[in-house]
């Protein structure tokens, strides 16, 4: 068995399918693994794959051309999942496709589209999650919001925060991944890593106060009916994960 | 009645927030708008709730009323002009800063305006206009807005604020004129469903002017469908209601209802007779060219404090749907808050459950094909207290389960308790490409716990299932039982005594 492993990027993802796919060892004799590998196989061979810019676009154009761009669009979502054997479940999921073509995400008596859809839904949920629970508190011209998504979604989610505030400053911040989505105003928003250093600066942003987060929590607590108090629905809504960073649930540092 | 000057903005959100929360309508979907440079906010069709409050509803728009001042004495309401309470107004620049401020932060999804009628109908309109005015075009404020429509003003204002909303409603408070007479005394159904239709066939007509057809878009699965309310009279799921013994849509609705209420155009379609809203003077031309009322409208209805049966409650919910071509019609369960002897008393508890049934009835009207009459009639006038309207549904029409789901056609499928659009409509996609068996049910969001009685997949049922009323009924029960429970009674109380003749049905 030849075991295939790369980063955690989309970019090496796609390479290391392409190499896999290259190599010609047959499908059943190879795997597909992400780095960091912690316990490695007794008869396995390992090859590390480096992201390759022009392979990785080679492999999403073919998924686009040959299967159909909502598969690519499931692949790229199962991607950004935090299962941890979404790789090799996309490499089976796209050894099905290239055979079968358009009708491939449709046929969800087959195993492998069962589990790709799956973990794209579960990343998809989380995205639009996001898009409605972040909170961007204002430190001088920029909004600031800092999240801790199970799935990597804060490229997905700020793709909206982009359309939805186009003319202002702002940046998300995934505290856990260290990596942040900044955008200029009037600009296209871009992906980047922090160092420890920044994240550190950038964590006190979120104790930032002003009145307009007391007039929301002012609100928040004004608009619930008594009569009719159900904490469990809220908590099926909002469960309780979500809550860590959202202004109207933290303690009012004033008080 | 109490007038204190320098209130803050803070005392001034709570009162008014505290005033608005009644109204329940609070989503920002129907309308899919990219944002622009320049301007700030876009809004998606699907809707997005930011936040939940603690009694569980969702928390989409900045709900506040312009003003808690009313002129009118509706005997339910908070801010009845007989009730001592502090009243309040924003200006509309402070209505501006807190929804843009909020939008940045992404609190909000956009701005829900309502008012109470302060010193006229017009007086409250011309401030309504004047606030979203500034908010669209100084504030270049580009999210969702839904505004209220205040009965008896004029139509310019009317129309003012239709072009600068996204959506707008009318409340139709009580489903009869008679109630209406009862608890709300300055108002009257004709002066409620006057804008009602005069916005309908605005939005109509600008419809047509871009080239869409005059009804609006509804769910994909109705389309798919072809059938339910909002196709023409008939269809084949009418056809099936009369078979089983239903009252059709033959028969004329004011034999069920005082002649003043609904009916008032019968049930024209909706595009014939329009009387729509000449075009208001004072807007620049950037502001006519926004789509009128994007978004479509809504009301809402209180149940609990007035007679009425749910049949009733329903058929008015599709009427509405039908002659009005509303997007959404709101149940608001009525929570005591004045002493009154033509209300419930104080301390009753809000009919959580009733209110849950009616917006499940109406889920299955909109989305799934079903008519008013197919769940409720004239001799089963309420819901039943322990089978949600689906299920009880399907138990009194055993002689069409079970269903194959490697064979039946959609609107079949979409019948079947357990099974939504969604499943629906990736069982029919995905049978084409293999044999589907109870896991890959499992697997695409099917609620086997209560579609396994109703379904066979190649001819088999996943348990030995009697096709037996009763049998099928109490297991379903089961099911439900702590769903409604939890409505009925939130979490306040973590435990409670089991009852034997209750919980086992021992009794009956």
């Known amino acids: 068995m030849t075991v295939f492993t790369c980063e955690d990027t989309f970019e090496a993802m796609m390479t290391c399918i392409y190499d896999a796919w290259a190599s010609r060892l047959g499908h059943d004799n190879l795997r597909l693994q992400l780095e960091p590998v912690w316990q490695q196989g007794l008869f396995c061979t390992y090859v590390h794959v480096d992201a390759d810019f022009s392979k990785a676009a080679k492999v999403v154009r073919s998924i686009q051309r040959k299967i159909s761009y909502e598969a690519y669009r499931q692949v790229f979502l199962a991607a950004m999942s935090f299962e941890p054997d979404r790789l090799d479940a996309i490499y089976r999921f796209l050894v ?89 105003k009037d600009q296209a928003y871009y992906m980047t890593r922090l160092t420890g250093e920044e994240l550190k600066q950038l964590r006190k942003t979120e104790e930032e106060e002003d009145i307009y987060t007391d007039l929301w929590r002012e609100f928040f607590e004004s608009i619930a009916i008594e009569a009719r108090r159900n904490s469990e629905c809220q908590r099926n809504n909002m469960p309780l994960w979500y809550r860590k960073h959202a202004t109207e649930f933290q303690r009012r540092a004033r008080q | 009645m109490e007038i204190r000057s320098g209130l803050t903005l803070q005392e001034k959100l709570h009162i008014l927030a505290d005033a608005a929360k009644y109204d329940v309508a609070c989503t920002s979907s129907g309308v899919d708008r990219r944002g622009r440079e320049g301007y700030l906010g876009n809004s998606v069709a699907a809707g997005i709730c930011h936040s939940f409050a603690a009694d569980g509803r969702c928390i ?26 502090l009243r309040a107004a924003f200006t509309p620049r402070e209505v501006c800063e807190l929804t ?7 609190y909000i999804e956009g701005l829900f305006l309502s008012s109470g009628v302060w010193k006229s109908p017009a007086y409250t309109m011309e401030r309504i206009c004047e606030a979203l005015y500034l908010l669209r075009n100084e504030y270049r404020f580009n999210g969702y807005i839904h505004v209220k429509a205040i009965p008896g003003a004029p139509d310019e204002l009317l129309a003012a604020a ?36 005069m916005v309908s066939d605005t939005i109509a007509e600008h419809r047509l002017a871009i080239g869409k057809s005059a009804q609006m878009e509804r769910s994909r699965s109705t389309q798919r469908l072809g059938g339910g309310i909002f196709s023409g009279a008939g269809g084949r799921i009418g056809e099936r209601a009369d078979q089983s013994g239903f009252v059709g849509d033959a028969r004329p609705l004011k034999a069920q209802m005082p002649a003043e209420d609904l009916v008032v155009r019968g049930s024209q379609p909706v595009n014939a007779g329009r009387e729509s809203f000449s075009l208001p003077a004072g807007l620049r031309r950037r502001d006519l060219q926004r789509p009128f009322v994007p978004a479509g409208q809504s009301t809402q209805m209180i149940i609990g404090a007035t007679p009425e049966t749910d049949y009733h409650l329903l058929k008015t919910t599709q009427h509405l749907y039908q002659t009005y071509d509303l997007k959404r019609v709101f149940f608001s369960a009525y929570v005591p808050l004045n002493e009154d002897s033509a209300l419930p008393a104080l301390g009753t508890p809000p009919p959580l459950l009733r209110e849950h049934r009616l917006y499940q009835a109406d889920w299955l009207l909109r989305f799934y094909g079903f008519h008013a009459d197919e769940l409720l009639s004239e001799e089963r006038p309420d819901f039943n207290e322990l089978l949600d309207p689906k299920c009880d549904w399907a138990l009194r029409h055993l002689e069409l389960f079970p269903v194959e789901i490697n064979s039946a056609d959609y609107s079949t499928i979409l019948r079947i308790p357990g099974i939504g659009p969604k499943s629906a409509l990736r069982i029919v996609q995905s049978r084409r490409y293999g044999k589907l068996d109870f896991p890959h049910l499992k697997k695409m969001g099917v609620v086997l716990k209560r579609a396994h009685y109703f379904i066979t997949c190649g001819g088999r049922m996943m348990y030995p299932t009697p096709i037996e009323e009763r049998y099928i009924a109490r297991q379903l029960i089961g099911v439900n039982e702590k769903e409604n429970w939890q409505i009925r009674h939130g979490s306040k109380t973590g435990f409670r005594q089991l009852s034997l003749f209750e919980d086992f049905q021992l009794g009956a």
């Open chain 2, 100 to 106: 843009v401020e909020f939008y940045k932060r992404n």
């Open chain 2, 162 to 197: 239709g072009y600068l909303a996204d959506r707008m409603s009318v409340n139709l408070e009580l489903p009869t004129g008679e109630s209406l007479r009862k608890l709300a005394p300055n108002k009257t159904h004709k002066a409620i469903l006057r804008p009602m239709r």
């Open chain 2, 60 to 85: 989409s728009l900045l709900k506040i009323l312009l003003t808690n001042h009313c002129i009118y004495d509706c005997k339910y309401c908070l801010n009845r002009v007989s009730n001592d309470t």
């Open chain 1, 96 to 184: 099905l496709g290239f055979a079968s073509g358009r009708k491939l995400t449709q046929m969800m008596s087959r195993p492998e589209v069962v589990w790709i859809f799956e973990l794209s839904r579960k990343a998809n949920t989380e995205a639009n999650y996001f898009r409605e629970f972040t909170r961007f508190s204002q430190v001088g011209q920029v909004y600031v919001a800092h999240i801790e998504p199970k799935c990597n979604v804060t490229a997905i989610s700020a793709a909206h925060f982009a359309d939805r505030m186009p003319s202002e400053h702002w940046m998300m911040i995934d505290d856990n991944r260290q990596i942040a989505a900044v955008h200029p």
